[in-house]
């Protein structure tokens, strides 16, 4: 079956062919976890990584953003870099984002990142889980080659969890997919579409779709008009 992407191409993603008797939808590659628990030594879990090709010096050809849980479980960020998408290298310090937002100076914790080209400006948005006042919400920032990060505002209040934005504008607005969660377990799944005309402020918020049952339950989606 041919592998069609609506977007940029992306002829060099590792990729295993359907197992021989398997009829999922989807599929485990065979040589699983890619990237061990004790990928570098303050690790006790790497995982919720979000990885997209990346040229760089070294002959790499991958880069990412990965949540690395340190032995105390403090839940951080680091980037990584790949030749092949299957052996990564991660930096062991987590990253530091460069701002100039006083209120934003104390960094609590992140998690569950997500990383973005944008091909207008060339910059690859991360957005994550990111704690303000040790309650969830969406952090977003920006780099150019995964050394450097810069931060911008939190996009939403708390709570808030899982922002996923599109890779081009949509009638001249950025476009992002939320949860709005609690301050508990997420009891529930429904998602939201929010668009900015700045990457600064959020609005237009509008119900995408929401669980049947359990938040990871199948969901029922709505007729949206943007």
């Known amino acids: 079956m041919a592998k069609v992407v609506n977007g940029v191409s992306l002829p060099n993603i590792p990729w295993q062919e359907r197992p021989t008797g398997s009829s999922d939808v989807i599929w485990r590659y065979d040589a699983n976890p890619i990237i061990k628990r004790n990928a570098i030594p303050t690790s006790n879990s790497v995982f919720n990584s979000a990885v997209v090709p990346f040229e760089g010096k070294d002959g790499y050809k991958y880069a990412g953003v990965f949540r690395v849980d340190d032995k105390a ?59 303000y006042g040790y309650k969830p919400t969406i952090g977003v920032g920006w780099t150019y080659d995964f050394k450097e990060f810069f931060l911008s505002e939190n996009a939403f209040l708390p709570f808030n969890r899982n922002g996923v934005m599109f890779p081009r504008k ?14 508990g377990h997420t009891p529930f799944g429904d998602i939201y579409i929010s668009q900015s005309p700045d990457m600064l402020y959020w609005g237009k918020h509008r119900h995408v779709m929401g669980p049947r049952g359990g938040w990871e339950s199948t969901k029922s989606a709505q007729d949206l008009s943007l």
């Open 170 to 183: 949509v009638g001249g607005n950025y476009l992002m997919f939320s949860r709005p969660s609690d301050s």
């Open 73 to 131: 479980r403090n839940m951080n960020l680091h980037a990584g870099f790949s030749k092949d998408g299957i052996n990564f290298d991660i930096n062991p310090e987590r990253i530091e984002f460069i701002h100039s937002l006083p209120d934003l100076q104390n960094f609590q914790y992140g998690y569950d990142p997500r990383v973005t080209y944008f091909a207008e400006d060339g910059k690859f948005y991360v957005t994550w889980c990111n704690a």
